[in-house]
């Protein structure tokens, strides 16, 4: 009986409306390999509705999205994650779970991503805090992609991703 092959996690993290979803979507269409992608704000209605913001919350729901994520990618599958997971130890702990793990920061400036928000996040941050000041930037990114339609940042992800599925 042959090994079950192990996929990968993409996780796409960045500021609320940096262009991750559209990334997402862009890097499945790019992939040569079975793929799926998980958008956070579609698991958030999907999984449990009454989910909300606070950090016990967020804390919940990253875990459960990790786990969700590694758990399909353990069936052959690129799973690209469409999350901003505002804290490190979110992305890190996705890391821990996936058998093959890879972040992408999606880059976007503050002003940019408050032109493209839909859902008055921005619109309603106090104007001393900047939402920034919640999100712990990425240290060590495997890759950086500039908003969700860096063709370059996709080509290069789909590349290792080939590479991983080879191994």
Request: some cysteine; charged content about 30%; hydrophobic content about 40%.
């Amino acid at each position: 009986m042959s090994e079950t092959p192990q996929g990968t996690v993409v996780w796409l993290t960045g500021l609320p409306q940096s262009g991750k979803s559209t990334l997402a979507l862009r890097l499945r269409d790019a992939l040569k390999a079975p793929s799926v992608v998980l958008d956070s704000d579609q698991l958030r209605d999907d999984m449990t509705p009454g989910w909300g913001y606070s950090d016990a919350d967020r804390d919940a729901f990253y875990e459960s999205v990790a786990r969700l994520a590694a758990r399909i990618a353990r069936q052959g599958l690129i799973v690209i994650v469409a999350a901003t997971a505002n804290r490190a130890r979110y992305r890190a702990r996705a890391r821990e779970l996936a058998p093959a793990f890879i972040e992408v920061y999606v880059t976007a400036n503050e002003d940019e991503c408050a032109r493209r928000d839909g859902k008055g996040l921005y619109r309603d941050r106090p104007d001393n805090l900047p939402s920034a000041a919640t999100y712990d930037v990425p240290t060590e990114p495997d890759f950086t992609a500039t908003g969700g339609r860096d063709d370059a940042a996709i080509d290069a992800i789909a590349t290792r991703c080939a590479t991983a599925a080879s191994r």
